[in-house]
């Protein structure tokens, strides 16, 4: 069985300083990862995926995320926060169908 | 290119009235996907079609049914709508059902039953 557990449900961050976003993951065999973004009333937009090629993944809009397999983890990270960066993130685990983390909603302060 | 399109966006019924969420896609794309999203506990998948002509339930299926019209249409239908099911639905596409294959989400439907 797979599944996935979002660290922190919230994250708040002043702007121009770095984002963590931490998630951890089960999987009887290797994973295929992603994490995906969900703007206020909005549906979800793909931020990056892990398919076992590079360990070290970049996404969109500055955001990167490094599979570890030792750790099973696979946290999403961003060097300098922005506003429009506010939003919930979901870490998700793919085993053919999706399976999603609980969310982490980031806050940016000006 | 408008990717995947749902209606209604907001939709408020009474316990026991039906409705049809409606789901399109453009993209050519072979699976699609129903969720309800509701809060602290991500999305969970109702229905999916892995190719047209094929329904299969997903982890929360009960209360809901489906029908893949055709290759760009799949609608969800509640019959007896009750206040559990009150959530936000997303539609979603993938061009083959596999692994590692993207999924590409809908705006969503807010649906509040009474």
């Known amino acids: 069985a797979q599944s996935v557990t979002q660290l922190d449900s919230h994250v708040s961050v002043s702007e121009g300083t770095p984002v963590l976003l931490r998630c951890n993951y089960s999987?009887?065999?290797?994973?295929?990862l992603f994490w995906y973004v969900q703007h206020p009333n909005k549906g979800l937009q793909l931020l990056l995926k892990?398919?076992?090629?590079?360990?070290l993944v970049k996404g969109i809009n500055g955001f990167e995320a490094e599979f570890k397999k030792s750790e099973t983890s696979f946290h999403l990270t961003k060097p300098s926060a922005h506003m429009s960066d506010a939003a919930e993130y979901f870490c998700?685990?793919?085993?053919?169908?999706?399976?999603f983390g609980q969310g982490t909603e980031l806050s940016v302060k000006p | 290119n408008a990717g995947v399109t749902q209606t209604p966006k907001f939709q408020v019924l009474k316990t026991g009235q039906s409705m049809t969420l409606q789901c399109a896609q453009d993209?050519?794309?072979?699976?699609m996907y129903w969720y309800r999203q509701d809060p602290g506990m991500g999305l969970r998948l109702i229905y999916y079609?892995?190719?047209?002509?094929?329904?299969d339930k997903g982890e929360v299926p009960n209360g809901y049914n489906v029908s893949r019209l055709n290759k760009r249409e799949f609608s969800l239908r509640l019959e007896s709508a009750a206040p559990s099911q009150t959530s936000v639905y997303f539609c979603?596409?993938?061009?083959?059902?596999?692994?590692?294959?993207?999924?590409?989400f809908g705006p969503g439907t807010r649906l509040t039953v009474l």
């Open positions: 892990y398919t076992s090629a590079a360990t």
């Open positions: 998700v685990v793919s085993g053919g169908k999706l399976i």
């Open positions: 979603a596409s993938s061009k083959t059902g596999g692994i590692p294959d993207t999924q590409y």
């Open positions: 993209m050519n794309h072979n699976s």
């Open positions: 999987s009887s065999y290797s994973p295929s």
């Open positions: 079609s892995a190719s047209e002509g094929t329904t």
